[in-house]
């Protein structure tokens, strides 16, 4: 008998905590908020006085904190995979920087000045493609010529040839993977 008047004073005093709560509250706006959480105190204080007189409070504390385990352990495996998403982003772009830095290096062995170098690579880390422009000179004048060098091109002069043959044969790509701009 004593445990229900005391379930019945702590209901009590709740609701006379509750309506304090409410007359003080500066807006009116936050006043759903306030009757969302107290409504799930309410909850609480109705269940569990039932559930010990059953015997299953214990189970109940037990499952409710396994899911709280289970929701936090999802919550990390969703941080993990955006961290992983994020660094694989990363090294994949410095990854295509460092390869941008060596198709420049092949380019200046073959005494080609390497304007611009764009290295795509595939999820893999794969390459897709490359595209460079060149500077090169003519023979008798400083004029600068602009032209797409394709496959059936390539062969007008043999520095250009060579480099994309290397290109082709190194990192191992079609001739439609290999775009070379003679600036």
């Given amino acids: 008998m004593g445990y229900i008047f005391t379930w019945v004073k702590n209901l009590v005093c709740f609701y006379l905590l509750l309506t304090v709560v409410l007359h003080l509250l500066p807006r009116q706006s936050y006043r759903k908020y306030v009757r969302f959480f107290s409504g799930m105190l309410l909850t609480i204080l109705v269940v569990s006085p039932v559930l ?3 015997g299953d409070e214990e189970a109940l504390r037990k499952k409710i904190s396994q899911a709280e385990f289970f929701q936090d352990l999802d ?4 941080d993990t995979e ?3 998403t994020t660094q694989k982003e990363i090294y994949l772009r410095e990854y295509e920087r460092a390869l941008e830095m060596d198709v420049s290096r092949m380019a ?7 304007q611009e170098v764009k290295v795509r690579l595939t999820e893999e880390y794969e390459v ?4 460079i422009a060149v500077a090169m000179e003519k023979d008798d004048d ?8 394709f496959a059936s091109d390539s062969s007008q002069d043999p520095k ?3 480099l994309r043959q290397d ?3 190194y990192y191992r790509l079609n001739e439609e993977q290999v775009s070379i701009v003679v600036l």
């Fill in 167 to 169: 290109l082709l044969d």
């Fill in 142 to 149: 400083n004029i600068f010529v602009r032209e797409t060098l």
């Fill in 108 to 114: 200046q062995e073959k005494q080609l000045a390497a």
């Fill in 160 to 162: 250009i040839s060579e």
């Fill in 52 to 54: 010990s007189l059953l």
């Fill in 128 to 131: 897709e493609s490359i595209e």
């Fill in 75 to 78: 919550n990390h495996k969703l």
């Fill in 82 to 84: 955006h961290l992983e």
